[in-house]
């Protein structure tokens, strides 16, 4: 199946400070990703769709300004949380889709834990 | 509001035994549909994807489709103690975004 990594794995950081979460499609191109927070015991919550060279759709709710979403190649994505505060600590993942017309199977990687301390 | 429904469950099953987990969506005209496993701590894990109504099966794994009754399934025969996780239904509502909408999950456990 498709690969897609994430990294870091898990990061430690200050309030106030910003912290980037890479996303990797290792053997495909995605041409869209997506961004997901998941709080413990919770269902996945889709913050974001982005697509290669243009700007992300942001869900309801969810702050563009503070998630900021860099899709520049068929194979990186980013996520920035800007300003991190405590209650941003969460399990943050995020999932890759290729070029497969309506069989748009997701492939998710493995999630970045942040806590903000 | 577009949505797709689960049991949160938890559904116990003891080893061996056959596991089904059901699933409703909202939207009539959906056409693609899958399910994934997470384990607890990690992220979601693709298992199967079905596209026609019909049965399709992959090893241990049936998923099971009706677009009229809009319900989707998924079997797993012989259970293992390693199939106890969360059960995700996601379903493409929107091809144009091509984002899923995702149940919250039926919790599995099966007992040794």
């Known amino acids: 199946g498709a690969v897609v990594s994430q990294h870091p794995s898990r990061v430690i950081c200050k309030s106030g400070t910003s912290v980037k979460i890479e996303c990797r499609s290792l053997?495909?191109?995605?041409?869209?990703m997506f961004w997901y927070r998941q709080f413990p015991k919770q269902s996945l919550m889709l913050m974001a769709t982005s697509n290669e060279g243009s700007k992300a759709t942001y869900e309801q709710g969810v702050e563009k300004d503070k998630f900021l979403i860099n899709h520049a190649s068929l194979t990186l994505s980013t996520l920035t949380v800007t300003s991190a505060h405590p209650e941003d600590s969460s399990f943050y993942i995020c999932s890759a889709s290729g070029t497969g017309g309506l069989r748009n199977e997701q492939y998710f990687g493995p999630g970045t834990r942040l806590t903000v301390t | 509001q577009k949505e797709v429904e689960q049991n949160s469950g938890p559904l116990s099953v003891p080893e061996g035994a056959i596991a089904s987990l059901n699933c409703t969506y909202s939207?009539?005209?959906?056409?693609?549909f899958f399910w994934y496993r997470q384990y607890s701590g990690k992220s979601p894990e693709l298992i199967m994807s079905i596209y026609s109504n019909g049965d399709k099966e992959d090893g241990r794994f049936t998923a099971q489709l009706n677009k009229a009754s809009q319900y989707v399934s998924l079997l797993i025969r012989d259970s293992q103690p390693s199939d106890s996780a969360t059960y995700l239904c996601a379903v493409d509502m929107d091809t144009g975004r091509r984002a899923l909408t995702f149940g919250s999950g039926t919790r599995l456990q099966v007992q040794p």
């Open positions: 939207d009539r005209g959906s056409q693609s």
């Open positions: 053997d495909f191109q995605a041409t869209t």
